[in-house]
């Protein structure tokens, strides 16, 4: 399990718990090289320090120093009780800010999030907040890895999860038949997107677009979409207007008997244009 | 000027026929300051312009080839055009398309012309539909007397006594021929909807249908089966077969049906149930036909590929 070669927001699905500390401890000791400051979340991260200390973490002094903080998954994501999507995201942009100023180059963050998918407040909105972690790594210098437990949570929602990470470490749960990440100017949405994931994409696409604004959203890599997947997008775009980029032949010829090609919200931009439309 | 909808057909026998009765008609046109537009084949619009002289100058042309890809597609087309005129103008069209492609494509073409009597309904459009009698098969030119409610005679227009009502045109005419059907499958769950697409699309390959062509198909077929679930009382029971000139897809389900028979022709009905679905399959296919009870069915025209499939097999994958 190579986790340490990955950057940005990463995802990875574990069966042991072995398995989940390697990856983690892997993870945060690129970071160590990076020198940024280290957050390590799990369950019980006191269970976890020998495996720290085993990947030559002077664990003691590097949190004296502020190198590195150990908290839990209630401390980390559940403070008063209940996730906050909005609270966490502005959170974590004012740790990376306070990582920089305390000289280092930015934050490195290994989290277990499996408690995250069982908790009842969070289950909803854990996609979309994770959606926009992954926008605020493609802005600051920050890097994640979210770890969750292929053997407890819903094989569904794994998925769902998965879909929006731009890299996978390890493990492989049943992939969503989409995938939507962040790069730096962009929104890239690949995959498939049909009735029975296209609620899930508006939702996805319209909470990153409360983040992003103007938003657009590279589809090159759509293999299909149908008409909920077209609607979906057309009604993400009354949230945060979108520009799609990189439209197939077969998407523009749909979106135009659609009757979208008239729509203020959302347009297709230029690129690509395969000729011959005769109107 | 015409205060709503006028379609007529002229059956002309040579070139000379259609210049003499159509000139005077593009030229009042002109004169009445109405946006005239004309699609049709490159020599008749030669014939046209010659002798419409400095009037053509006035008149849209656009060759036939590319106007009359498939028939939602170019109903759409007509729909744009005819909605962007200038304010207070009327519209007048000279419009002949190609009949071209496989008797099931011309039946399509058929269905058009007579869904263009409800799409354009209370339009100030005035479109004649020139049909060459000395090359068109009988079928095409019994067909435009029922589509067309009245026709260009000598002696100004007649009423088409052959007209068919545009909601009983489609089950007036049928669906055409037999059809060999390869693969079958049934679908109860919208999860199995990926499968399906899989299964269009490596059909389509192996037909010889070109990439374009097959994702169109895979999405008509999956709008159709989708349908099915949502709307129809599922399974739904997918075929898929080929014919001598095209390829077949036929989705049905244990439901009553659509009771539109014009479903799919004009996106601005979108709104009914399985509307936009409907829209999309037809615009993707070269034709698609409604019914008997709750069966659809989208062709293709193509000429399949030697040894292209032989057996029954299921679309499904065994991947539970």
Known sequence: ?279 | MSASFEHRALLYVSREELVEAMAPFLREGVADGDAVFVATTRANAGALREALGVDARAIDFADAETWYTRPAETLDRYRRRVERRPAGTSARVLGEPTWRGSQATRLEWARYESALNVAFQGTPLSLVCPYDASALPDSVLEHAQATHPELVGPDGPQRSHAFVEPAAFPAAVGRPGDVRVLLESSVADADELDDVRRAVSRFAAEAGLAPARRAELALAVHELASNALRHGRPPARVRLGLADDRLVCEVADGGSGIADPLAGWLPRNGGGVGGWGLVLARRFADGLEIGPGASVRVHVDCVPAAGARAQTTSIASPNE
């Open chain 1, 1 to 279: 399990m190579e986790g340490g070669a990955l950057r940005g927001h990463v995802s990875l699905t574990y069966r042991t718990e072995d398995e989940r500390r390697r990856a983690m401890v892997g993870f945060l000791t690129a970071g160590l090289e990076r020198g940024e400051r280290l957050l390590y979340v799990a369950a019980d991260p006191d269970r976890d320090l020998r495996a720290l200390e085993a990947g030559a973490f002077r664990v003691a002094d590097f949190v004296r120093e502020g190198r590195l903080a150990v908290a839990s998954t209630a401390e980390a994501y559940f403070r008063g009780g209940a996730f906050d999507a909005d609270a966490r995201v502005r959170a974590f942009a004012e740790e990376v800010d306070g990582a920089m100023r305390a000289g280092f180059s930015g934050l490195c963050i290994a989290a277990d999030a499996t408690a995250i998918l069982e908790h009842p407040t969070a289950r909803d909105t854990w996609t979309a907040y994770e959606l926009r972690a992954d926008l605020l790594a493609t802005r600051l210098p920050f890097a994640a890895l979210c770890a969750y437990d292929e053997r407890r949570s819903d094989p569904r929602l794994l998925a769902e999860v998965d879909a929006v990470h731009r890299h996978r470490s390890g493990g492989s749960p049943k992939a969503a038949p989409f995938r939507l990440h962040a790069e730096a100017d962009r929104l890239v949405l690949e995959g498939e997107v049909d009735l029975t994931c296209a609620d899930r994409v508006r939702e996805l696409l319209a909470s990153a677009g409360r983040d992003l604004g103007r938003l657009p959203v590279d589809i090159s890599g759509l293999a299909f979409a149908d008409v909920a997947g077209i609607r979906a997008l057309v009604a993400a775009s009354r949230q945060a207007p979108v520009q799609l980029l990189g439209a197939s032949p077969t998407f523009r010829r749909a979106w135009a008997a659609l009757d979208c090609d008239g729509l203020d919200t959302i347009r297709l931009a230029d690129r690509e244009a395969s000729g011959g439309e005769a109107t």
